[in-house]
């Protein structure tokens, strides 16, 4: 470690009394910044005035806490003509998968705004030990400088480690850090989120994070986007979470792995070049081990190789089991709808968890087509989107330079064809009041998924590595050995998914190895079918209803569309990298039955009657709780007026509301039946049709024995229920009905 002091850099300290002040002051006005991290990195004035302090041929690398070279690039805005130099708000940016630190262009944008910028190449990639140069130039250093696969205690301490030096040498506001970016990127923004004042210790424990001269830090903001909360969940789903409850950890079963995803991010992080760790060398980063035992196929359960894989990755690799006593950073997070690495319902389930814990965390989130892997389109309203609200999300919570952004949840559907712009936005103040209600279907009869059902080339066309991409089609006709389920085509406008589709049903199979794969299509009136959304479930054993989930997308149908539910054996092809999912070893027949869909859209109940309803109450499984934002939601539905039944002639009248978060209640029924104990009968029965936030007074007709009965009485208690087609419950009450 350098003992230089900040701003005035050629002057050595060798008191106790220079260090503190290494602590405390800025960089001093007119003082060039030089050098950086210890002045290992060089820096140099750039035509715009700004410092850039780093390299591209052939690295400019800093050593780790544990030794190993970290190639960096660091940056700040042109020195003032007035004023202190520093310390700057620092904005930290992150690569993707197989990609390196960001160069001075991709740090130019937060720079124009007076932030410091700082970039690393994680462990492990290029010129952090990935490249054979690299290793050449610091052998020792490099003999563990493989893949760590973000873990916490390793490339996410590099980052807190690396931010700690730039406050202890004045240049950096150690209450204005911030984290942002995509893919594996995002996977360090996110732990660091997380993690906010705490660092992870080698052993996996939790420590305060100080500067090297004990600078207590902490994250100020962190921007994430198309990224993972549970890496292990995103490659080999099960379908044990759900967009809905408070807590969805990876339990159960052992899942199915994204194979040629996998497979995808194995062989291109190998090309960027990198370093993986031998086989069998290092449990917590085993990614050729993890591979080839996820390809050798079931069974899973219960095998100690494949469990502590899942243990590794949750443990170490995953910002959802990084310990939440403590409130996460303000978290702007972003994934995308087509995205099949990292959907959307990553982000969702931090989101819940969050909220429920801590509901006046700061968090927003945005959901649409953002490009950077198989199958997302990037759309450049979404795109857009998402840079305006990361500007303004850092403007606020690094520099209070702007009013603190809305704190909600924006979504933009899928559009095809892929130069279609996106539809929306659509807002809602948190994930369950995006989609204002329910299209479902109910099927009793049971089917029977064959262990050779589906199509290859079906499955090739829609492989989100090697297939036709987001909008791609095939024919809509049903596949053989699948089980198959249309709703009607769309009616009126249309209606729009926005969420996770939901399955709810009976399943019943002689494997202990089986899968279920799903697919929502949309099919149009040309019988020619596009991919809405997919998901991949392990059935468990018993015999009542269980439930899964696709993962969530937005996308209109249309007038005439259909969608179509289709359960399959597995979503695979013989295609170079495997199929969507691997197909299991030792597939049964399963026997699916009393199916039930539920899709979310976007209109409200009535908006298409009685097609368009008020979602059903969630089916929450034992070990599961409803997150609060939905636990708050409630059921609406039409319901009864204050105030007494009415006779008028032969009709009795009653008071009955339409909620003002329905477009209408349709199909209404009113029904009153004498109350009491004793033999029951039918007192008065009306239709009625309401626009959604008014109220009428409903006629119904008297049946011939409450005339009768009328003509000797003046009064009598009733039973009165109201329904309508958009459901919500059935208001049942006790009333006083005559003259």
């Known amino acids: 470690m350098s003992d230089l002091v900040p701003g005035m850099r050629r002057v050595v300290c060798v008191t106790m009394f220079c260090v503190a002040l290494a602590v405390a002051l800025p960089a001093s006005a007119g003082a060039a910044i030089t050098d950086v991290f210890d002045a290992d990195v060089s820096c140099s004035v750039q035509g715009d005035g700004v410092r850039f302090c780093g390299s591209s041929t052939p690295r400019s690398t800093v050593e780790a806490f544990d030794g190993v070279p970290i190639d960096v690039n660091a940056a700040f805005p042109p020195e003032p003509a007035s004023g202190p130099d520093g310390p700057y708000p620092l904005v930290m940016l992150f690569h993707g998968y197989g990609g390196g ?106 420590v305060e994070w100080e500067s090297p001269n004990g600078v207590p830090l902490h994250i100020a903001a962190a921007a994430p986007f198309i990224t993972w909360s549970d890496l292990a969940y995103s490659l080999a789903p099960n379908g044990s979470t759900l967009d809905y409850v408070a807590d969805a950890p990876y339990q159960g079963r052992f899942g199915v792995m994204k194979e040629s995803l996998v497979s995808g991010l194995y062989f291109s992080g190998l090309a960027a070049p990198a370093f993986y760790a031998p086989e069998g060398t290092e449990p917590s980063a085993d990614l050729i081990g993890w591979r080839n035992r996820l390809l050798a196929g079931e069974p899973y359960d219960g095998d100690p190789t494949a469990e502590g894989i899942l243990d590794q990755i949750t443990s170490n690799h995953s910002s959802y089991y990084i310990d939440d006593s403590v409130e996460p950073a303000p978290l702007l997070l972003a994934n995308g709808f087509t995205d099949d690495l990292f959907p959307v319902d990553e982000m969702v389930r931090y989101y819940n968890r969050t909220r429920t814990n801590y509901p006046d965390a700061k968090l927003a989130m945005i959901a649409g087509e953002i490009s950077g892997h198989p199958r997302s389109q990037g759309k450049s309203k979404v795109l857009d989107a998402l840079a305006g609200a990361r500007a303004e999300w850092f403007a606020h919570f690094l520099k209070d330079t702007v009013p603190e952004p809305p704190l909600r949840v924006t979504a933009f559907t899928q559009t095809c064809p892929g130069s279609a712009e996106a539809g929306g936005p659509f807002g809602a103040r948190d994930w369950a009041r995006l989609a204002k209600g329910e299209v479902r279907l109910d099927a009793a009869d049971s089917s029977t998924i064959e262990p050779d059902g589906g199509s290859n080339s079906v499955a090739a066309t829609f492989n989100p590595v090697t297939g036709g991409g987001a909008c791609a089609q095939v024919s809509g006709d049903d596949l053989p050995g699948a089980a198959t389920y249309r709703l009607d085509p769309a009616e009126g406008d249309g209606y729009t998914l926005l969420g996770s589709p939901t399955v709810i049903a009976r399943f019943e199979t002689s494997g202990t190895n089986s899968q279920v794969a799903a697919r929502l299509l949309d099919v149009g009136p040309d019988n020619q079918e596009t991919l809405v959304a997919r998901g991949l479930w392990r059935p468990t054993s018993g015999s009542g209803k269980q439930v899964f989930q696709l993962h969530p997308n937005g996308w209109e149908f249309a007038p005439g569309h259909v969608a179509k539910l289709e359960l399959l054996p597995a979503d695979a092809d013989d295609g170079p990298f495997g199929g969507y999912g691997r197909a299991s070893d030792g597939q049964r027949d399963v026997i699916v039955s009393d199916l039930e869909l539920r899709l979310p859209v976007r209109e409200r109940p009535g908006a298409v009657p009685g097609v368009v309803k008020t979602a059903a109450p969630k089916k929450v499984p034992a070990g599961y709780e409803l997150a609060s934002d939905f636990a708050g939601l409630g059921s609406p539905g039409v319901h009864l007026r204050k105030g007494g039944l009415k006779l008028r002639g032969d009709k009795l009248l009653a008071a009955v509301k339409c909620p003002g978060k329905f477009d209408a209640c349709t199909g209404g029924k009113l029904v009153v039946k004498r109350a009491g104990k004793g033999k029951s009968i039918r007192v008065a029965e009306g239709p009625f049709s309401l626009p959604g936030g008014e109220t009428e007074r409903v006629a119904a007709s008297l049946s011939g024995r409450a005339k009768r009965y009328f003509k000797r009485h003046r009064g009598l208690r009733v039973e009165v229920s109201v329904k309508s087609a958009e459901g919500g419950g059935k208001d049942k009450q006790r009333r006083r009905a005559g003259r």
């Open 101 to 206: 630190k960001i160069g001075l262009g991709g740090m130019q944008e937060w720079l124009d705004r007076g932030y410091a910028t700082f970039s690393m190449t994680d462990r492990g990639f290029r010129e952090s030990c990935g490249s054979a140069a690299s290793k050449s130039a610091d052998p020792s250093g490099c003999a563990d400088g493989f893949v760590r696969l973000i873990d916490n205690r390793y490339e996410v301490r590099d980052a807190q480690e690396f931010a700690g030096t730039l406050v202890d040498e004045g240049l950096v506001d150690p209450d204005a850090i911030g984290a942002t970016g995509g893919s594996y990127g995002g996977g360090v923004s996110l732990a660091l989120a997380a993690l906010n004042d705490r660092m992870a210790m080698p052993n996996g424990s939790l």
